[in-house]
């Protein structure tokens, strides 16, 4: 990319990874006080995918809308490209490449003609635009289908047109809002192969949004887990699993169980710290898992307290969720109903908080 050339020079030797991204203290309240960004910070370094972690409704899209200068935040600020996106919002917009999380291609043109309308409208003209177009659509597999209208398109062709029509003018940056929701395993995993392309191959910056655990795991370089809009936990995947100390511990219990008893049996296994419950299930941590499970087995037993199933694995993204925001990620992705009244841990996590 010609911008990205320019500033390859002895600045960058002193600073190898400028930042592509900062958002700092972000808040924004919609009608009816509901409070989506709740003082929301992070940063983006050049060439890198960042994903942004949390169920719906943690406040994900709605810091891509200020981001990409679709909305403005109540308070904070914000740059995208080294490019203030309140005062400069239009310049801003030229930088980047946006791929929403609904479809922005016309259904009733086809799929050659919605990248040439993406193109003239960020300044692209004649050949230049005609060359561009060919490549991309040769690059995510829509050369065959360039002439069909895109109505007749399956999930997975229409998200990579999306994403070629966000990158129709080689931008700095590109953000992702959900780009594989609603997409099978097979479209899903191709996309996140061509994702990891465009950041290696290119040093493209990307910003992900994501409520895909894998999704998060597999490609972010760094990533921030957010809840409530606040982000509670960031770093790379690999730093945030090896923060949890041990083994993550589940069990499966026969009948949903009681905090308070539970607690009380489990302090009789030394090893075992950071217990939680959720109905049946309930999680822990030990130093090791595989020698700590026979002890809290006979605890249980002891007990009365009947078990269905008992395993120890290694720490996982979800463990991550549930040490900083209190809960499992399936029960943040739970309707509203059911979610507001999230379960409470029998012992605060260590440095926990929500």
């Known amino acids: ?88 919002a239009a310049a801003v917009r030229r930088a980047i490449g946006v791929v929403a999380q609904r479809s922005g291609a016309d259904p009733t043109a086809t799929g050659r003609e919605n990248l040439l309308l993406s193109g003239r409208i960020q300044g692209l003209r004649g050949r230049e635009l005609g060359r561009r177009a060919d490549e991309l659509l040769d690059r995510f597999d829509l050369a065959g289908a360039a002439g069909r209208m895109v109505r007749t398109y399956s999930g997975g062709m229409q998200r990579r047109l999306d994403v070629a029509m966000g990158l129709i003018h080689r931008p700095e940056v590109l953000f992702l809002d959900e780009p594989t929701a609603g997409l099978d395993p097979e479209s899903r995993s191709a996309m996140w192969d061509e994702i990891a392309r465009l950041s290696a191959g290119e040093g493209l910056t990307i910003l992900l949004t994501t409520h895909y655990l894998e999704e998060a795991d597999r490609l972010a370089s760094q990533l921030a887990i957010v809840e409530c809009g606040r982000v509670v936990a960031a770093g790379s995947p690999d730093e945030l699993k090896a923060r949890l100390r041990g083994d993550a511990v589940h069990v499966e219990l026969a009948v949903p169980g009681d905090p308070a008893q539970l607690d009380a049996v489990l302090r009789q296994v030394p090893e075992v710290r950071e217990v939680s419950v959720t109905g049946t299930q309930l999680s822990a941590r030990a130093d090791d898992g595989a020698t700590t499970l026979p002890a809290l087995l006979i605890a249980l037993e002891r007990a009365g307290i009947s078990v269905h199933g008992i395993a120890a694995a290694r720490p996982s993204l979800d463990d991550v969720y549930l040490r900083y925001a209190g809960r499992r990620f399936a029960e943040a992705e739970e309707p509203a109903s059911a979610a507001s009244q999230p379960a409470q841990p029998a012992q605060n996590p260590s440095g926990g908080t929500r």
Not at 1 to 29: F, N, Y
Not at 41 to 61: D, R, Y
Not at 68 to 74: E, P, S
């Open 1 to 88: 990319m010609s911008t990205q050339a320019q500033d390859a020079g002895p600045a960058r030797a002193t600073h190898p990874r400028a930042l592509a991204i900062e958002a700092r203290d972000l808040v924004k309240t919609y009608p009816k006080g509901v409070r989506a960004l709740d003082g929301l910070s992070f940063t983006v370094q050049e060439g890198t995918i960042f994903g942004l972690l949390g169920p719906n409704g943690a406040g994900k899209s709605t810091t891509v809308k200020i981001l990409t200068t679709l909305a403005q935040a109540d308070s904070g600020s914000a740059s995208v490209a080294r490019l203030d996106v309140r005062a400069q």
